[in-house]
């Protein structure tokens, strides 16, 4: 299994400005995918980060909003741009679990509040 | 898009029962599916999966179920324990077939 670290693990941030969560993986990893969770919701797919290439963004989220950086195998940032409210959620990075298609490892989360 | 969903957003069971969790699935053409258990302020953690070909998987204290004709995904959890109270996801591989679609959640509570 991977140990995914993830910093902040909470923030209070302001309208208007932008924060960077980090993500580290113990390993090296082909694919790493970032979510949103909603308070009290499910978990929704922002965007694929494959190192060396472009992030992969879901429908409903540009990479304006939230660019997407994988300089290595064992890192990613996921930037939250011109924060408002509604973007008062977990973010939380995520990797494959071994070769091939499987299970995800998910990081503990960045729960982030937009005042 | 095609997705994932639960019928009962809560659970409330005594402690020692068996605790049953469903989901409907939309996309036929999913093969993978996984149950995960995120407690309070943790991130998801897996609890057991499934493949298309098979219909039944047993775990530790866990059962998963797969009816494909009505598309139809269950959690069975024998025994359940206080510690088993959390928020449980099923999920599908997505089209990409490596990133997973999660369904909306039902939260299990576990009185004494």
């Known amino acids: 299994s991977a140990v995914i670290s993830q910093k902040p693990s909470r923030d209070i941030c302001q309208r208007g400005t932008s924060l960077t969560i980090q993500c580290q993986v113990d390993?090296?990893?082909?694919?790493m995918f970032w979510y949103r969770q909603q308070p009290g919701q499910s978990l929704t797919l922002i965007a694929t980060?494959?190192?060396?290439?472009?992030?992969?963004?879901e429908s409903g989220f540009v990479i304006d909003k939230f660019p997407i950086s994988r300089p290595n195998l064992t890192f990613s940032t996921l930037t939250v741009s011109n924060m408002s409210p509604e973007d008062s959620s977990i973010y939380l990075c995520?990797?494959?679990?071994?070769?091939?298609?499987?299970?995800?490892?998910f990081g503990e989360g960045s729960r982030l509040t937009v005042l | 898009g095609e997705s994932v969903g639960l019928h009962l957003p809560t659970l409330s069971v005594q402690e020692g029962d068996n605790s049953i969790i469903n989901c409907a699935y939309s996309n036929s053409a999913s093969d993978y599916f996984i149950w995960y258990k995120q407690e309070s302020g943790k991130g998801p953690q897996f609890i057991i999966d499934?493949?298309?070909?098979?219909d039944k998987r047993q775990g530790q204290r866990v059962t998963v179920l797969l009816n494909k004709t009505v598309k139809h995904l269950s959690l069975q959890i024998a025994a359940t324990q206080p510690g088993d109270s959390a928020v449980y996801f099923c999920?599908?591989?997505?089209?990409?077939?490596?990133?997973?679609?999660f369904g909306k959640g039902t939260s299990l509570l576990v009185t004494p």
């Open positions: 999920a599908e591989n997505n089209d990409s077939g490596y990133a997973l679609n």
């Open positions: 980060a494959n190192q060396g290439s472009e992030a992969t963004y």
């Open positions: 390993s090296q990893v082909t694919m």
């Open positions: 499934i493949r298309s070909n098979m």
């Open positions: 995520s990797v494959v679990g071994g070769a091939g298609r499987g299970e995800l490892f």
